[in-house]
Every structure is written in structure tokens, then in C-alpha cells.
């Protein structure tokens, strides 16, 4: 790995590469996305989020686009979304959630919906 992070995400991709991003390093929170090949046992770096966050969601939707959702950017909760594409190795902002969402679960349901629940320290 490139960059070592912590409250990050890791997710597999249809094409069996993991997806890890976000996070924190250095007290600084993260945008950037790296990808692990288990096949050539390899990291490479791949697009980076819009925006940086942590303890976010990042759910593998049926089209094969993965969601990242809410989370903590900037010391502030999140409502915002962004879809990673494997295939053009991008991120493109998408409709944003109506409350903010960290520390949440996700789950992905049929024609493309994803559900997020919310908890928080407070």
C-alpha cells in the first residue's frame, strides 16, 4: 500500500481487485483510492474521491459501480456520495443523501438502491 490509513474502507471489486479508500494519515483525512491486485499481489493508485472522508461507507452496487457514502470530512459529517467507475478508474459526485451518515452500515438492495443506517457517538 501506498499510503498506510486508518478508518478507511476496503472493497471488492467485480473484477476481484480490492478498492481501499479514504481514511486518515497523519492526522490528515484522505481522498485518495488505491487498488490491490491479489492475482499479481501488486498496489496501484487509482482515482481519488471529490472529497476526502472517513468512517464511510463504500458499497459495490449490481451495475458494478461502487457507492462511497457519508463518513467525516474536514471535521464535519457527511451527506454527500461519489461512484467509483473500475472501468475509467474515476470518481463522479452523485445525489446526496438527506441527513449526514458516519460510522453507518450499508447495504445494497436490487436495481442499484443503496440503504445506509446511522449511528453515532452522540
Known amino acids: 500500500m501506498d499510503k498506510a490509513r486508518y478508518y478507511h474502507t476496503a472493497s471488492v ?7 481501499v479508500t479514504g481514511g486518515i494519515r497523519n492526522n490528515a483525512i484522505l481522498n485518495s483510492s488505491e487498488l490491490y491486485d491479489p492475482l499479481k499481489e501488486t498496489w496501484s493508485t487509482t482515482g481519488s474521491m471529490n472529497n476526502p472522508r472517513f468512517d464511510h461507507t463504500v458499497s459495490l452496487l449490481t451495475n458494478g459501480k461502487a457507492l462511497a457514502a457519508g463518513g467525516v470530512g474536514n471535521i464535519q459529517e457527511l451527506n454527500s456520495a461519489e461512484l467509483y467507475d473500475s ?4 470518481w463522479t459526485t452523485t445525489g ?6 458516519y460510522y453507518h452500515t450499508a447495504s445494497v438492495l ?7 443506517y446511522w449511528w453515532s457517538w452522540r
Open 110 to 116: 436490487k436495481k442499484w438502491k443503496s440503504i445506509g
Open 96 to 101: 446526496s443523501m438527506n441527513n449526514t451518515r
Open 87 to 90: 472501468l475509467t478508474e474515476t
Open 13 to 19: 471489486l467485480t473484477n476481484g481487485n480490492v478498492l
